[in-house]
C-alpha cells in the first residue's frame, strides 16, 4: 500500500488562504469518504484537525476545512496565523489488508 | 482530562523482543477500538495495528504482521503491542491512538493521541 501523495511544502502570508492536496486511488481516498488530516509541531502528537473528510473535531478553528473531488482531498486553511505552521498529513481508510494509509505530510511555512 | 500514557520504550537488538503499554485516562477505555501508529525519525505516521473496543478482533499492517501482536485488558485498562523479530527498520516513536468512533465500529480517524515511546532497533 503506497502512501498518498502531498506536496512536500506550501507557504503563505499572514492572514492568506492556502490549500494542501492529498492524492490517492480509488481504493483509498476515492473509495471512502473517510479522510482525515492531522497537525503535527515539531517534537508533538500529531492533532486530528479533519474527519470524515470535512468534518471538525470539537475545539478546532473553523479556519480549517475539508473537501474532496475523486481520489483528491484538501485542506484548506484560511486564514494563516503564525501558530498554523507545522506539518500536516491526511490519512484515509483503504480496502487493503493495511487498513489506514498516511499521506507524505505537507510542511506548511507561514512566511 | 482525555488522555493516552505510553510506556515501554527502549533500545533493543535486531532480533530481540519489547512490549509496549497505553494507559488511558478521563474516558471509558472499553467503548473504544485502540491503535498503535508509529513515525520513524523524519517520515509521516504509519498505522501498525488495531483492536476492537472488546478485544474480539485484530488488525495488522503488512509490515509488521506475524511479528507483532495488539492486546488489550478491559479490566486494568491497558493497551499492548508485544513487538518480536524487531529489525532496524521498526525504529520509531509508537503512539496509541484512539478511534473516534467507539465501538460503532473503525473509520481510521484517530482523535486522541498519547505522547509516545521511541523504540530504537540497533546493535
Known amino acids: 500500500q503506497s502512501a498518498l501523495t502531498q506536496p512536500a511544502s506550501v507557504s503563505g502570508s499572514p492572514g492568506q488562504s492556502i490549500t494542501i492536496s492529498c492524492t490517492g486511488t480509488?481504493?483509498?481516498?476515492?473509495?471512502?469518504?473517510?479522510v482525515s488530516w492531522y497537525q503535527q509541531h515539531p517534537g508533538k502528537a500529531p492533532k486530528l484537525m479533519i474527519y470524515d473528510v470535512k468534518n471538525r473535531p470539537s475545539g478546532v478553528s473553523n479556519r480549517f476545512s475539508g473537501s474532496k473531488s475523486g481520489s483528491t482531498a484538501s485542506l484548506i486553511i484560511s486564514g494563516l496565523q503564525a501558530e498554523d505552521e507545522a506539518d500536516y498529513y491526511c490519512s484515509s481508510y483503504t480496502r487493503s489488508s493495511t487498513l489506514v494509509v498516511f499521506g507524505t505530510g505537507t510542511k506548511v511555512t507561514v512566511l | 482530562q482525555v488522555q493516552l500514557v505510553e510506556s515501554g520504550g527502549g533500545v533493543v537488538q535486531p532480533g530481540g523482543s519489547l512490549r509496549l503499554s497505553c494507559a488511558p485516562s478521563?474516558?471509558?477505555?472499553?467503548?473504544?477500538?485502540m491503535n498503535w501508529v508509529r513515525q520513524a525519525p523524519g517520515k509521516g505516521p504509519e498505522w501498525v495495528a488495531l483492536?476492537?473496543?472488546?478485544?474480539?478482533?485484530?488488525y495488522y499492517a503488512d509490515s509488521v504482521r506475524g511479528r507483532f501482536t495488539i492486546s488489550r485488558d478491559n479490566s486494568k485498562s491497558t493497551l499492548y503491542l508485544q513487538m518480536n523479530s524487531l529489525r532496524a527498520e521498526d525504529t520509531a516513536v509508537y503512539y496509541c491512538?484512539?478511534?473516534?468512533?467507539?465501538?460503532?465500529?473503525?473509520?481510521?480517524?484517530?482523535?486522541?493521541w498519547g505522547q509516545g515511546t521511541m523504540v530504537t532497533v540497533s546493535s
Open positions: 478521563g474516558f471509558t477505555f472499553s467503548s473504544y477500538g
Open positions: 480509488s481504493s483509498d481516498v476515492g473509495g471512502y469518504n473517510y
Open positions: 491512538a484512539r478511534d473516534r468512533v467507539g465501538s460503532s465500529g473503525f473509520v481510521g480517524a484517530f482523535d486522541i
Open positions: 483492536i476492537w473496543f472488546d478485544g474480539s478482533n485484530k
